[in-house]
């Protein structure tokens, strides 16, 4: 997959293949995190900047891995590397921003075990795309997450004004409207690169 | 879970947990994402039950085993390196047995590391208790998943496709509602799930009380 173009798979990963509209990746997250556009907002970032730091160290193992010979532990080091990721993350915001890491809570060592992370690391590795092309892709995922959440918060902030019905409220509600929202994107089917 | 003073659930009971009282998919909603992912048939959706079981059994039984040889700073880290383990195994297995399956449950089958249930698992109940009652607990809670997935597999397969398990079940005359196979789809038929169990538990909150009973019973 040398020949797509950095930008179609930019686009691809925002819109068109959005991680977490259309390829169900990350939403534990997506349905925790976006209650409040004021969290919603740094977990994107947070998530993007983990993905960014995943996708770098992915691409240098998997060279690795397929230098020795030693396909079976890719996803067991890929797992080891986003969990240290985030544990740096988790450090830094801690000691700069208090607030906001109480703010994000369980769910910040949670980006752990968000399949989004993990996703990108292993996409890029089926893909086999380039050093370049992977960097694109993990931040157009990262946008991609991002852009849903806030999305998603918005949407949500709105309904906490509105009357709703006692039966749809909680989950169910999230859900519809995360339905609403990936039929949205569906339009935007076929821009950038496909599968 | 061993506190003292709080009555030991039965074993019978402590399968059941998982298939009733805290069914991961409609009462916890964890691990939603494989669920919507591979749900657009039966059969994927059954696999992928069966596959997200056997590791959940394994590395709760594992982790269960080495609880007290575990030091507490770093068991998270050495929970999910077990999980990756058997992910890795399962991986492989699949791989073997099926390569039609494989490449339609595609990365989904590695992503199985990283579902919620699997850690959560581990962390709440594993951690803590002996490995008897931790494989039935396990072994309720894969089942109460695979049920979910086969729940919600089953009706967008229906609705999308106009089969169940391949076969045709309308006739060629069935015009087959094809957004329930793409991914608003699998949004739309686990919102209304979650909603028919919502308005079922305000419907009749007396009702549900003698259907638990029977259950645990």
Wanted: aromatic share 10%; charged share 10%.
């Amino acid at each position: 997959m040398g020949d797509i173009s950095v930008g179609q798979i930019f686009l691809a990963a925002v819109l068109s293949n959005n991680f977490v509209l259309a390829m169900f990746l990350g939403l534990c997250p997506f349905l925790g995190v976006s209650g409040q556009l004021k969290t919603a907002a740094p977990m994107g970032a947070a998530t993007t900047f983990v993905m960014l730091v995943a996708s770098l160290c992915a691409y240098g193992l998997n060279w690795l891995v397929v230098h020795f010979d030693l396909e079976f532990l890719r996803l067991i080091s890929y797992i080891v590397v986003i969990a240290s990721a985030v544990q740096l993350v988790e450090m830094v915001l801690k000691k700069y921003s208090p607030a906001l890491f109480r703010a994000l809570g369980i769910y910040l060592p949670l980006i752990t075990t968000n399949c989004a992370v993990l996703g990108v690391a292993l996409f890029q590795t089926a893909r086999e795309y380039s050093f370049a092309q992977s960097i694109t892709f993990a931040a157009g995922a990262g946008a991609g997450f991002t852009l849903a959440l806030v999305l998603m918060a918005g949407l949500r902030e709105r309904l906490h004004l509105s009357k709703v019905p006692n039966v749809v409220q909680g989950t169910a509600l999230s859900l519809m409207l995360a339905g609403m929202l990936s039929l949205a994107f569906m339009g935007f089917a076929g821009l950038g690169a496909g599968e | 879970m061993a506190i003292p003073g709080q009555k030991q659930l039965t074993h019978m009971e402590e399968f059941m947990e998982g298939i009733w009282k805290q069914n991961p998919v409609f009462v916890m909603v964890l691990g939603m994402c494989p669920v919507l992912a591979v749900s657009v048939s039966a059969v994927n959706a059954l696999s992928m039950g069966v596959a997200t079981t056997f590791v959940l059994v394994c590395s709760t039984l594992l982790v269960s085993l080495i609880r007290k040889v575990v030091p507490k700073e770093v068991r998270i880290a050495t929970y999910i390196v077990i999980i990756a383990t058997f992910v890795t195994i399962v991986d492989y297995l699949i791989q073997a047995i099926s390569l039609k399956l494989y490449d339609a449950l595609g990365a989904f089958i590695q992503l199985i590391v990283v579902n919620c249930i699997i850690l959560g698992r581990a962390e709440a109940h594993a951690s803590k208790n002996p490995p008897l009652r931790t494989v039935v607990n396990a072994m309720g809670m894969g089942l109460g998943f695979t049920i979910g997935l086969f729940a919600l597999g089953s009706v967008r397969e229906i609705l999308g496709a106009g089969k169940l398990f391949g076969v045709s079940l309308f006739g060629p005359d069935f015009q087959p509602w094809v957004v329930m196979v793409l991914p608003p789809g699998g949004f739309f038929v686990l919102g209304t799930w979650l909603l028919l169990f919502n308005w079922l538990k305000q419907r009749k909150p007396a009702a549900a009380q003698p259907v638990e009973a029977h259950v645990h019973g």
